[in-house]
């Protein structure tokens, strides 16, 4: 099977070409079953389009979406870690309230018992009237505490409000709705905000939602964790049959349901990409919502909060471009062997062998880090962009070269990385090999001579007869130099000297075949750039590039 037009890739760029924000909110609110429509979204679905364009030109989507999925919408938003944040949640329940009573208690009686008594337990001090309890005679309060009191409808309880104005208003008239909503249901609430423990309300909340959060990949962070197992590669087989049942979520017309930053990346110019092209229907649906928990549970691992689409679309962008990565290396490049692979292997397997692969790319910048503080661009860049807790690749090795960095997505960028940090290996080596402790020198404070300056001088002292030495030239020595030049330029004599003495040092440490000829001839550039168009006498203060005895200024 080939990548068709009527294919998965061709369904899901379909999908993206479909309006988006207002316009899918204006398309879903115009048809004729529009209750129907958009009972059908996830609440994944519901959050994105509030989150982009905002609670109040969502009204009237919040006005037809379901107890669920509002309550779906809560779950995204409403907790930092294991702990529940009012302010996130309390926009939810106005937009809510706003679509009336009778919604607003359709709402809160989906809610979990906990949450709802928790939310309220946060904000308020209750009084028992039927117990006797007196706020005006409550000694823990302050006389001048500014917070107003509410005595709710049923006359049992008096609730102190929060000092904030706003927020008082706003709580106060969500109990006068959820009073003429449900009565008993306002009332037990505030019983249970009264008497309950406030961490276990929060700990039973956080429960009850870590468990449907958990169906779509959100799982504990250290479970999480085992996605960024190591895994080599060739311990994974085609055929293997390793693909576990996913949960389902379907659109109204049977299509997996896909947050837009994980379909943005599905479709991207990708090795992945063209594998999933060629996948059947049922194959391709398996694939998307397996990409969906893999990237839930980078997420998760990552302890970031799963209402944050921005990380979302970085979590997605990271786990398609690594998956890509791991595929590409168990199918050695072959789009035949990788439809197999993404029929039978799980795709959290071969996102750990992309990671593992990404690691060691990792592990070898870590090696050179301490010694490479003085390398300069574009080494600098590429080290510090693969240290990162998610390895990444230096944008500046991209052709054409860009600023920033992204995630290993093939081998070629595995290949190009590491090359790129053989360089730098080979730069330390001859550098060390002169006796330059570069640690002690990163530790000087500016100016200081980068990490090519010491190889500059070595060669300089070669091109003028002398030995590979990183010692300081001298102001004689650069004169000699400059004379030496023919037509501004190192004569070829001294250049095939210099390469023969690197040749010979590269071959004796098993460094031949790592480019040190590249590097030389740009050394020599670099001196022939420095000091060719000098006339008169050379100030050594004003000649970078190299190290020389006399001290700047």
């Not at 529009?34 to 006005?63: H, P, R």
């Not at 960028?413 to 090999?433: C, Q, S, Y």
Request: charge should be negative.
């Amino acid at each position: 099977m080939t990548d068709l037009p009527e294919g998965p890739l061709a369904r899901l760029r379909t999908a993206l070409a479909g309006p988006r924000g207002y316009r899918k909110i204006d398309a879903l609110l115009s048809r004729d079953d529009a209750d129907e429509a958009v009972a059908a979204l996830a609440a994944s679905e519901i959050f994105e389009l509030v989150q982009e364009c905002g609670f109040e030109d969502s009204a009237g989507l919040i006005e037809l979406a379901t107890p669920s999925q509002i309550r779906g919408c809560v779950d995204l938003d409403a907790w930092d870690g294991d702990h529940m944040v009012v302010e996130n949640m309390r926009p939810w329940l106005n937009a809510v309230m706003a679509s009336g009573f009778e919604k607003l208690g359709q709402v809160w009686a989906t809610l979990d018992a906990e949450l709802r008594a928790l939310f309220l337990q946060k904000q308020v001090m209750v009084y028992d009237l039927t117990m006797g309890e007196d706020p005006d005679q409550d000694a823990s309060v302050a006389m001048d505490d500014p917070r107003s009191l509410y005595p709710t409808p049923d006359g049992f309880f008096v609730l102190r409000l929060p000092a904030d104005d706003e927020s008082s208003r706003a709580l106060q008239e969500l109990l006068d709705e959820l009073y003429r909503a449900d009565l008993i249901a306002a009332r037990h609430t505030i019983m249970a905000a009264r008497s309950e423990p406030p961490a276990e309300l929060e700990e039973e909340s956080y429960r009850w939602r870590k468990g449907r959060l958990a169906d779509l990949g959100y799982v504990d962070a250290h479970e999480a964790l085992d996605v960024f197992q190591p895994l080599e590669p060739d311990r994974i087989k085609i055929g293997e049959n390793t693909i576990a049942p996913a949960p389902t979520i379907l659109d109204e017309d049977g299509a997996p349901v896909l947050p837009l930053a994980v379909a943005e990346q599905m479709v991207a110019q990708s090795f992945f990409a063209r594998a999933y092209g060629r996948l059947s229907p049922g194959s391709a649906t398996r694939v998307e919502q397996g990409l969906v928990i893999l990237v839930n549970r980078v997420l998760a691992a990552a302890r970031v909060k799963p209402g944050d689409l921005p990380a979302v679309s970085r979590a997605a962008g990271f786990s398609t471009a690594t998956l890509s990565l791991g595929l590409e290396t168990v199918a050695k490049g072959d789009l035949a062997k990788a439809q197999a692979a993404l029929e039978s292997i799980a795709l959290n397997r071969l996102f750990r062998a992309g990671y593992t692969i990404a690691r060691k790319v990792r592990n070898l910048a870590e090696g050179l880090a301490l010694r490479a503080i003085t390398a300069g661009s574009p080494a600098d860049a590429v080290i510090t962009a693969v240290r990162q807790p998610w390895p990444m690749l230096a944008r500046v090795l991209d052709e054409p070269p860009a600023a920033g960095a992204r995630p290993f997505g093939s081998t070629a960028d595995v290949r190009h990385a590491t090359e790129a940090l053989a360089k730098v290996a080979v730069r330390i080596a001859l550098v060390e090999a002169l006796g330059v402790d570069l640690v002690a020198m990163a530790e000087r404070p500016e100016p200081r001579p980068a990490l090519d300056d010491h190889a500059r001088t070595a060669i300089a002292r070669v091109a003028i007869g002398g030995e590979l030495s990183a010692r300081a030239l001298t102001t004689p020595e650069l004169e000699q130099l400059r004379q030496s030049f023919v037509d501004g330029r190192v004569p070829a004599e001294a250049r095939v000297r210099i390469h023969g003495v690197i040749t010979e040092w590269a071959t004796r440490r098993g460094m031949a075949g790592m480019g040190p000829t590249t590097l030389v001839d740009g050394w020599l550039a670099d001196l022939e750039a420095t000091l060719g168009g000098i006339r008169g006498p050379i100030d050594p203060r004003f000649v970078d590039g190299i190290v020389v005895a006399a001290a700047r200024s």
